[in-house]
């Protein structure tokens, strides 16, 4: 079982871990993952007995909050503008204080004029500090006091010591105007200013954050408000929410479609781009699925409701999307193991830095004094203690964790949330990083390659019977089977003869045909290797029509009566328009691709020489497309293996990435990795090229949130870095890795 948790009060990567660990612990519980980008927490357990009070009560001991999902649900573009509207009120208040700091300073600075003396400067600089902290900086001090006594330090730890150290040696410099302390140099307008800087990252990051997320917020707004359904012989407006399975709702052009559902009368196209990407719009007819929240563009449509409520298809990408962004690219496991253990190193080494400075003040010193020739900032003449305290809050504020914390998970939200608006669900994280790794691609035939809808082509008579009868057996006998050949049979047969013979007895056997009775006599239909399983001959001219027929790339289904052959039937599975042009896109791209199938080897062949693979694995079982990936895996090659979900389900988890094909409404596939709603080979293209994106952009992020702390963080401990720039910059990496990973939006996704 699966819980989602909105978590509020997260701020940096040491929150996420917090929380992450805190519900890891809680008994039951069997997995935890935080995303701090979409700041939700996704909790596995095998049983109910996880009570959601006591998820709730270990977020709450570990000094955060679960927003409940009444809140929730009420809006969530509410929430995210009254998160950015709080975010700019604390901006615009650090900032009414912190200019009139910055406009005091500059004179005292360049030309020793202190407005009010020393006195009343140094009350200025600690009053107007003193409020952007307690007032606006009041929830960053919050979240430090918290996170510490948890013994979980987080961000805010680090803003908080940096800014009340800087407001502290005003204290001191002002017990020096009384004569009751030694001179010193105060940086209480400074402690203002690393506040004021920060909580401006904060808004800029939010609002990045927010669009950023904009994908997804979009699709949970695409829900049709009201349905006109028929009850009682008449029409009636309801909210969609009271929608029930079976309501008959009718659509009018340009209406939105408020459920899922089937066409029961009408004609009209449909508009599908919010589920396939697909601008085109689509016929529908009786008998056709349609998919919730589409629109419909001209004609009246009455559809029944199949699906209502979170078992939508728009409802389940919103929940497979919601989990992607949740789950962990393995790269991010090293990021993690740094950040949850960053604040304290860092407290640390402040501690180290202001220490190292009083013990070898000379050396340090001179540092300063030739640093200062070219940085304007350094004043030399602070005096030892100053100096040491200066460097050991620049320390303070500018490391960063918050970059590190948001690279892979901002890069992630982005690239599915882009995913989803083409029609491309990444279900697991990992997938974007393996996809890189892998070597070859196993595309199944049936549903993949080709369209999955057979059609009979050719009724051969192989002795005296004719060919309606050999038909009329046939199709008696598929009509129990659910599989496309059989389904083609009868389809075929329906249309010569209306009525067709029942049935007793039906047998399948897995992978080579089936068995039933009908008119008192035995009838097996399937492959060669069921007829000479049961010893029944097929002669040479069955055989050279067979090895005919297979060189076209049609499927030949032998048919048999009381332990004789009687006829074949042809049966062809046209290729998709697309998929000569994905495979030859695929070999480009430096991927080998592969053609597994349980038809026989000359069919197979014909097929693969069509759409040009050169490699063929043929007359497979369902079950034994697993043992050839295991066979693929263990000659050392990385595999992608693209099926249809279902009876290619063991080999799409054994492999080392899954893409499952979906089409329309079918799209809750649990054993891909990755799940295309288009049925097109085109989107394992896109599929690839959006993985390769975002995982560029993953790493792109975390080299600059690397670089950063590894270049910025030596510059402090050498007293180089201005506790306000040292701020300003650590505030500039968290945005840019954000920025950084909207542009992944503008992902070129295109097949040529």
């Known amino acids: 079982m699966k819980e989602s948790l909105q978590i509020e009060g997260m701020h940096c990567a040491g929150c996420a871990n917090s929380v992450e660990k805190a519900l890891a612990e809680v008994e039951g519980v069997d997995k935890a993952s935080v995303n701090l980008a979409t700041e939700k927490a996704f909790v596995e357990f095998e049983n109910g007995e996880v009570l959601h009070e006591k998820l709730k009560e270990a977020v709450q001991n570990a000094g955060y909050d679960i927003k409940e999902e009444a809140d929730e649900d009420k809006d969530a573009d509410i929430t995210g503008k009254k998160k950015l509207d709080v975010a700019y009120h604390k901006m615009w208040w650090s900032w009414a204080m912190t200019i009139p700091i910055i406009l005091l300073m500059i004179p005292e600075m360049f030309a020793g004029f202190a407005l009010g003396g020393e006195l009343g400067y140094q009350l200025l600089m600690i009053g107007l500090s003193s409020v952007v902290i307690f007032y606006p900086g009041w929830e960053t001090?919050?979240?430090?006091?918290?996170?510490?006594?948890?013994?979980?330090?987080?961000?805010?730890?680090?803003?908080?010591?940096?800014?009340?150290?800087?407001?502290?040696?005003?204290?001191?410099?002002?017990?020096?105007?009384?004569?009751?302390?030694?001179?010193?140099?105060?940086?209480?307008?400074?402690?203002?200013?690393?506040?004021?800087?920060?909580?401006?990252?904060?808004?800029?990051?939010?609002?990045?954050?927010?669009?950023?997320?904009?994908?997804?917020?979009?699709?949970?707004?695409?829900?049709?408000?009201?349905?006109?359904?028929?009850?009682?012989g008449k029409e009636m407006t309801i909210p969609v929410k009271e929608l029930?399975?079976?309501?008959?709702?009718?659509?009018?052009?340009?209406?939105?479609?408020?459920?899922?559902?089937?066409?029961?009368?009408?004609e009209s196209s449909v508009d599908e781009s919010l589920a396939t990407g697909e601008s085109m719009p689509v016929r529908k007819e009786k008998g056709d699925e349609v998919i919730g929240s589409t629109i419909n563009k001209n004609g009246t449509l009455k559809v029944q409701a199949t699906k209502v409520g979170s078992e939508t298809f728009l409802n389940q990408i919103i929940r497979m999307v919601e989990e992607a962004q949740s789950s962990k690219v393995p790269i991010q496991e090293f990021a993690d193991r740094i950040t949850a253990v960053f604040v304290p190193v860092i407290i640390g080494l402040a501690v180290a830095t202001w220490t190292a400075w009083m013990i070898f003040p000379e050396f340090f010193g001179q540092v300063a004094v030739w640093a200062s020739g070219f940085i304007p900032w350094i004043n030399p003449g602070m005096g030892e203690i100053a100096l040491a305290f200066y460097a050991a809050i620049a320390v303070l504020v500018i490391a960063c964790p918050c970059a590190l914390g948001l690279a892979t998970p901002t890069a992630l939200m982005v690239g599915t949330g882009l995913g989803a608006e083409n029609g491309i669900l990444i279900r697991k994280g990992k997938a974007v990083e393996l996809l890189r790794e892998t070597d070859v691609i196993v595309l199944d035939k049936t549903g993949t390659i080709t369209k999955g809808e057979p059609s009979v082509t050719d009724v051969v008579?192989?002795?005296?019977?004719?060919?309606?009868?050999?038909?009329?057996?046939?199709?008696?006998?598929?009509?129990?089977?659910?599989?496309?050949?059989?389904?083609?049979?009868?389809?075929?047969?329906?249309?010569?003869?209306?009525?067709?013979?029942?049935?007793?007895?039906?047998?399948?056997?897995?992978?080579?045909?089936?068995?039933?009775?009908?008119?008192?006599?035995?009838?097996?239909?399937?492959?060669?290797?069921?007829?000479?399983?049961?010893?029944?001959?097929?002669?040479?001219?069955?055989?050279?029509?067979?090895?005919?027929?297979?060189?076209?790339?049609?499927?030949?289904?032998?048919?048999?009566?009381?332990?004789?052959?009687?006829?074949?039937?042809?049966?062809?599975?046209?290729?998709?328009?697309?998929?000569?042009?994905?495979?030859?896109?695929?070999?480009?791209?430096?991927?080998?691709?592969?053609?597994?199938?349980?038809?026989?080897?000359?069919?197979?062949?014909?097929?693969?020489?069509?759409?040009?693979?050169?490699?063929?694995?043929?007359?497979?079982?369902?079950?034994?497309?697993?043992?050839?990936?295991?066979?693929?895996?263990?000659?050392?090659?990385?595999?992608i293996m693209v099926g249809d979900g279902i009876n290619d389900a063991p080999a799409l988890t054994q492999a080392d990435v899954g893409i499952a094909i979906g089409t329309g409404t079918d799209?809750?596939?649990?054993?891909?990795?990755?799940?295309?709603?288009?049925?097109?080979?085109?989107?394992?293209?896109?599929?690839?090229?959006?993985?390769?994106?975002?995982?560029?952009?993953?790493?792109?992020?975390?080299?600059?949130?690397?670089?950063?702390?590894?270049?910025?963080?030596?510059?402090?401990?050498?007293?180089?870095m201005h506790p306000v720039l040292a701020e300003a910059a650590m505030a500039f990496s968290s945005i840019n890795v954000v920025f950084n990973s909207r542009r992944l939006q503008k992902a070129d996704l295109s097949t040529t």
């Open 141 to 232: 001090l919050k979240g430090a006091w918290r996170s510490a006594i948890n013994g979980s330090p987080n961000m805010d730890v680090l803003i908080a010591m940096g800014s009340l150290a800087a407001l502290g040696t005003g204290f001191v410099a002002l017990l020096h105007v009384f004569g009751m302390a030694p001179p010193f140099h105060s940086f209480a307008g400074i402690a203002g200013m690393i506040m004021a800087f920060h909580l401006t990252g904060r808004y800029v990051e939010t609002k990045a954050k927010g669009r950023a997320s904009e994908a997804i917020k979009n699709l949970m707004t695409l829900e049709a408000k009201e349905a006109t359904i028929i009850r009682n």
């Open 244 to 266: 029930e399975v079976d309501d008959v709702m009718v659509v009018r052009p340009g209406e939105k479609i408020p459920t899922d559902g089937k066409v029961i009368d009408g």
């Open 461 to 639: 008579a192989v002795s005296d019977w004719d060919k309606k009868t050999i038909l009329k057996y046939a199709a008696a006998a598929e009509r129990g089977s659910e599989h496309p050949l059989g389904e083609a049979i009868v389809s075929h047969a329906q249309e010569h003869e209306k009525d067709l013979w029942d049935a007793s007895g039906f047998e399948a056997v897995t992978g080579k045909g089936i068995r039933a009775e009908i008119e008192g006599k035995e009838v097996i239909i399937g492959n060669k290797r069921l007829f000479e399983e049961q010893g029944i001959t097929v002669n040479s001219e069955a055989k050279a029509d067979i090895e005919e027929y297979e060189s076209q790339a049609k499927t030949t289904v032998l048919v048999g009566v009381d332990g004789e052959l009687v006829g074949l039937i042809a049966i062809a599975d046209p290729i998709k328009e697309d998929s000569k042009k994905a495979i030859a896109t695929i070999k480009k791209m430096g991927f080998t691709p592969v053609m597994i199938t349980g038809d026989n080897e000359r069919t197979a062949r014909a097929v693969a020489s069509e759409v040009g693979i050169e490699q063929v694995i043929a007359g497979v079982l369902p079950d034994q497309k697993s043992d050839e990936i295991k066979r693929l895996q263990s000659e050392g090659k990385k595999v």
């Open 667 to 720: 799209v809750a596939i649990e054993s891909g990795d990755i799940v295309l709603v288009k049925g097109e080979l085109q989107s394992v293209v896109q599929a690839i090229k959006l993985s390769e994106a975002t995982f560029k952009k993953i790493k792109q992020n975390l080299f600059w949130a690397f670089f950063y702390n590894v270049v910025m963080i030596p510059l402090a401990v050498m007293g180089m």
